[in-house]
């Protein structure tokens, strides 16, 4: 049996790069370490305007990444790849599992796997995602959010989605201590105005639905195709049910949830 986790630290690195340490065990999510400027041509290209908080050099050894999608670099780009191959597990989407090869294993939604580190265990669990409006996930591809159950909490990793209805199956299996958010309204000028992340209001409304005490948002600055005003984050949870449920980590700055 585990011992109960005293202490996690959340130290946000930028986009939807951030470190935690759990008790003994050290997660990245989406490692996106790439130097600023950077370009990613595509048929939807990408444009990285600023770099992270810490390089990959400066990271600690990591036990585990949670990574929601392989196919775009605002997720994992060529500095998170090299960083993949050094991490203990990688937890992610079937077909990302399948293109990554190594230690990479693939989680269908709701399949959970425990991970242990010293003292500390945790069980991640998939949870659905959805990168784009219904009908465009031939082009998104697959994508998957993380639950992280341990002894003491339980945190939530969006993934890059939409709010759909599948994610209120989340609030009915859990009860979310820390909601990570990944916002940013992404639009391309290819698309129009269909959106490929959550924007600050869906955000908010998905913090209600789960009724997690403390959301923190991602994916929110560093790429041209992020364009909302981070401004409209803080005025959406400036509700009275939710202005005391936000809450901003400084980039770089080991931070204590």
Do not use: K
């Not at 959805?130 to 993380?146: A, N």
């Amino acid at each position: 049996m585990s011992a109960p986790v005293e202490t996690v630290t959340a130290t946000y690195l930028g986009t939807a790069t951030v470190l935690l340490c759990i008790g003994d065990l050290t997660v990245l999510t989406d490692p996106a370490l790439d130097p600023a400027p950077a370009d990613y041509p595509g048929a939807r290209p990408l444009h990285r305007t600023a770099g992270p908080a810490l390089t990959a050099a400066e990271l600690p050894p990591v036990d585990l990444v949670l990574l929601s999608h392989d196919q775009h670099a605002d997720n994992l780009d060529r500095t998170g790849r090299e960083v993949l191959a050094r991490a203990g597990a990688v937890l992610t989407t079937p077909e990302a599992a399948a293109r990554l090869g190594g230690r990479a294993e693939g989680l269908a939604p709701w399949e959970s796997r425990r991970i242990t580190a010293g003292a500390t265990a945790v069980t991640v669990t998939a949870t659905p995602a959805r990168h784009g409006p219904e009908g465009t996930e031939h082009v998104t591809g697959p994508v998957t959010g993380f639950v992280v159950a341990y002894e003491g909490g339980t945190l939530y990793v969006s993934g890059d989605t939409v709010r759909h209805d599948a994610l209120a199956e989340i609030a009915a299996r859990f009860r979310i201590g820390t909601a990570f958010l990944h916002l940013g309204d992404a639009h391309f000028p290819s698309t129009g105005d269909r959106a490929f992340s959550m924007s600050a209001g869906e955000g908010a409304a998905l913090a209600r639905t789960l009724g997690a005490r403390t959301v923190i948002p991602l994916h929110f600055d560093s790429w041209t195709h992020l364009a909302e005003d981070p401004a409209r984050i803080t005025e959406a949870f400036g509700a009275p049910d939710l202005e005391d449920r936000l809450r901003w980590l400084r980039p770089g700055v080991p931070e204590t949830l």
